[in-house]
């Protein structure tokens, strides 16, 4: 079945370092998203990528969708204490139904050191 | 919009006792999704709905495990008997049939089981 890997599983930074999360997936993907999920909360949703090549940002957030549809990274400018939390990348199956499930990355655990 | 509703949020139980999960999707969303997270392993999608029909239950750990939707306000998932090993937290999330939307994660219920 469809796998999307995400590294890395932990990241530490120095407040005001930057960030990246990169996601990859077995198969291609229609389109993906992202989520974040605040430490004791519930991944909460960012953005979606669906053309190939993809870019889009958010504030100090950028979203990149690889060319061939099967990768993807999450890149976090001047990170802030704000910004902790575990990152999700979720992938939609190309090549399966419109009824198709997410599925999901293991998740990328950011930790901010003030 | 109240959001997706979930309780109870918190659950201690004992090994052996039945356990009921209950959740209210977002109104006018017809997919529904149950998600157990822990830290070995991540969030696992254990069974979805598309207009109250089950679509895809293959991540339901085994036969303890059942959820039912009555209608389309209403999912329940049901432990029994519940074992130490299914302590985790169980998301419930709700979206718009189709690719294009975003999930709404409820605020999860923590399960303990002893």
């Known amino acids: 079945g469809q796998q999307v890997m995400q590294i890395p599983q932990y990241q530490h930074v120095q407040e005001g370092e930057d960030f990246t999360t990169y996601c990859n997936s077995s198969?291609?993907?229609?389109?993906i998203q992202w989520y974040k999920q605040r430490p004791g909360g519930h991944p909460v949703f960012l953005i979606q990528l669906v053309k190939s090549g993809e870019v889009k940002k958010q504030k100090r957030l950028t979203f990149q969708f690889g060319e061939a549809k099967k990768n993807s990274s999450l890149h976090i400018t001047a990170t802030q204490t704000t910004d902790v939390g575990t990152y999700f990348c979720a992938g939609f199956n190309a090549g399966g139904t419109s009824y198709g499930k997410l599925t999901f990355g293991q998740g990328t655990i950011l930790t901010v050191h003030p | 919009d109240a959001g997706v509703i979930q309780s109870p949020r918190h659950e201690v139980t004992e090994m052996g006792q039945e356990v009921t999960l209950r959740c209210k999707p977002i109104?006018?969303?017809?997919?529904l999704f149950w998600y157990r997270q822990t830290m070995m392993r991540g969030l696992e999608l254990l069974i979805y709905?598309?207009?109250?029909?089950?679509?895809?239950d293959s991540g339901m750990p085994e036969d303890r495990f059942s959820a039912k939707m009555p209608n389309a306000s209403f999912s329940t998932l049901k432990i029994q008997p519940s074992e130490p090993r299914d302590s985790a937290v169980y998301f419930c999330?709700?979206?718009?049939?189709?690719?294009?939307?975003?999930?709404?994660f409820g605020p999860g219920t923590r399960l303990t089981v002893t």
């Open positions: 198969t291609t993907l229609s389109n």
């Open positions: 999330a709700s979206r718009q049939q189709g690719r294009a939307y975003e999930q709404y």
């Open positions: 709905f598309n207009n109250n029909v089950p679509i895809d």
């Open positions: 109104s006018g969303h017809n997919s």
